[in-house]
């Protein structure tokens, strides 16, 4: 019996909450604007619901959005929840506050943002959130998404992806359908479906987009057709432990598209994930001669695609089929483009080999789909092969053959060295850099070549003074017939903040009239260097400002100062140092 009472209860409480009034209660009566309130609020005055004096605020009790309205002033409310298959716009020039406690926002339909969302309380999507040209400020709330929420980016400027675009409590469906690209700085899951219509999700750095969530939740992709957009830089699928027929990887550069398609023949013993990433540099060849495929001679190699497979969270076992989509590489032909071979690998130093059987490419010679059946489930790297004989030149490796590549870091400097186990005609390599994943390639410095040599050479350039931050670089290696070709290393460069602080002693010293003063900060400070003369006085001011972490190189231009004895002091935190200095003209 006094279950059936609290059962009882139960029902009056839901009924109470999700039926009943209080005065101060707004909702709206038609379409329309916010600030319109004589024709699209209603307000309930504690018996009935009266026309509305004004427009609804957070002073005001729940507000319900029963219809279509658009935010066309920059208000402040709370308690606020848009009706399913209804749409909440918050105009360009508009601000949407959202105040209180708990879930201050609850959209059931849909919020078209392009205007700005801040957030002082949650705002909980269970419909959708569709980012146009807006943005979300989480301060005290943030944006979670309910069982099936989606985020839909349908921008017209290029935009980093931001609180919009949580980790916990995320977005369970995205949907791309834009005219710009977004970057998105942090790894992210979607286990629900990943819809593409247009534009490219550019995942920085090393960062991954997961669909699926495990073995027996594998996400959903939507895309047809290289128009509707892309993926740049690592996408993760899950997979069981069962055959499938082409799971598509999406994937490619911001210059190319190179998805990939995956096949398994036979099941995987456990599943797991596979990380696909597509390249457009050159991967190198380090194999001292040609690759043979029961019979077929692989003598050329494309320096324009590669592919990065990386098996994760369990994968193992089970048999293999993939097709590369190589769009758009130099050195094909046009009719024995079916000939183009998938070349593997274990990891960026090691040799070339061919595994399991050859399939002839479909598409076409500008889009050769190259595909191979019978691999084994490992970590590896694909590249394109081709015979020079067929007319599958590709970029048939140079004359000098590079053997290693390798990085070092010290402290902010990055030294390279690279060993070459051939050269003929070889003038030298010119050295350039790029911040990772942005692919705008400087010209650092030149080192001179052997000419023609068969016995191994041992090559160093070090790039100094560098700021913190994550660096790719290459070498274009030139023969004296201007002929050249480019070499990639294979992963990027980190240079960290000091640990500690330094300032140098500045350089040169004496100096006449421009030096310069080396110095590291281990953290976010307000920084000051100054200058004095002899006496004491204070000359020049240099650095008055906050700076963060990192190395720094200060010029110090003395043309308006006459010849003596100088002191310079940095101060940074309590961090202090005085030093001295010469002027001589």
């Known amino acids: 019996m006094r279950t059936l009472s609290y059962i009882v209860v139960a029902i009056l409480l839901t009924s109470t909450f999700s039926l009943s009034q209080q005065a101060g209660d707004f909702r709206t009566k038609a ?6 309130y004589s024709t699209v609020w209603e307000q309930y005055d504690g018996s009935q619901w009266i026309p509305a004096t004004k427009y609804p605020d957070r002073t005001d009790g729940n507000i319900s959005v029963n219809h279509n309205v658009t935010v066309n002033l920059s208000i402040n409310i709370d308690q606020t929840t848009v009706a399913s298959g209804k749409t909440l716009r918050v105009n360009s020039n508009a601000t949407l506050t959202i105040s209180g406690t708990g879930n201050g926002l609850i959209v059931n339909g849909s919020l078209d943002l392009y205007g700005y969302l801040n957030l002082y309380a949650d705002c909980l999507i269970n419909g959708t959130l569709i980012m146009h040209d807006g ?6 709330g943030v944006v979670k998404y309910g069982s099936n929420g989606t985020l839909q980016y349908s921008i017209t400027s290029p935009i980093l ?4 675009f949580p980790d916990t409590y995320g977005p369970n469906n995205l949907t791309m359908d834009a005219e710009a690209n977004i970057t998105v700085p942090f790894n992210r899951t979607i286990p629900g479906t990943l819809t593409m219509v247009s534009g490219y999700i550019i995942m920085s750095g090393n960062n991954t987009l997961t669909l699926g969530t495990s073995p027996s939740n594998l996400g959903t992709l939507s895309h047809d057709s290289p128009d509707q957009g892309r993926i740049v830089g690592n996408f993760a699928r899950w997979f069981a432990a069962s055959t499938v ?5 999406p994937i490619g550069t911001t210059s190319r598209y190179r998805e990939v398609y995956i096949s398994f023949t036979q099941a995987p013993t456990s599943g797991g994930t596979i990380r696909m990433r597509a390249y457009t540099t050159d991967p190198s060849y380090y194999n001292s001669g040609p690759i043979d495929d029961n019979g077929y001679t692989v003598d050329t190699y494309s320096q324009e695609a590669w592919w990065q497979m990386t098996v994760g969270n369990g994968l193992s076992g089970g048999v293999y089929n993939i097709s590369l989509r190589a769009s758009n590489i130099s050195g094909v032909s046009s009719t024995n483009y079916p000939l183009l071979r998938s070349l593997k690998r274990d990891n960026g130093s090691s040799l070339w080999y061919v595994e399991g059987t050859h399939q002839n490419a479909t598409g076409s010679a500008s889009t050769p789909v190259i595909r191979r059946q019978g691999l084994s489930t490992a970590t590896a790297q694909f590249g394109v092969g081709g015979n020079y004989q067929d007319g599958n030149t590709l970029n048939s490796p140079l004359p000098v053959k590079l053997a290693t590549f390798q990085a070092y870091v ?3 400097s990055v030294i390279l060295n690279w060993v070459t186990s051939i050269e003929e005609n070889n003038y030298g390599f010119e050295i350039y850099r790029s911040d990772y994943g942005k692919e705008n390639w400087s010209y650092i410095g030149f080192v001179k070549g052997n000419g023609t040599k068969n016995t191994q050479s041992n090559y160093r350039f070090e790039d100094k003074n560098l700021s913190k931050g994550q660096y790719e670089y290459a070498l274009k290696q030139i023969d004296y017939n201007g002929n050249y070709e480019y070499f990639y290393l294979n992963d990027f460069v980190t240079i960290t903040p ?15 009239p421009v030096t310069k003063i080396d110095y590291e900060l281990p953290e976010r400070l307000f920084v000051s260097l100054v200058v004095y003369d002899i006496s004491g006085r204070e000359v020049k001011s240099l650095i008055n400002e906050y700076q963060d972490a990192g190395y720094y190189t200060l010029e110090f231009n003395a043309f308006d100062l006459s010849s003596g004895v100088y002191f310079y002091r940095f101060k940074a935190g309590d961090y202090i140092r005085t030093m001295r200095m010469t002027l001589i003209k």
């Not at 027929?245 to 990887?249: A, E, I, L, Q, T």
């Open 161 to 164: 992806a931001g609180d919009e």
């Open 31 to 36: 379409n329309g604007n916010w600030s319109a």
């Open 498 to 512: 000091p640990n500690k602080f330094f300032v140098s002693q500045n350089y040169p010293n004496p100096f006449n």
């Open 245 to 249: 027929s082409d799971v598509k990887f």
């Open 135 to 140: 943005t979300v400020g989480a301060y005290d």
């Open 410 to 412: 010290n402290q902010n």
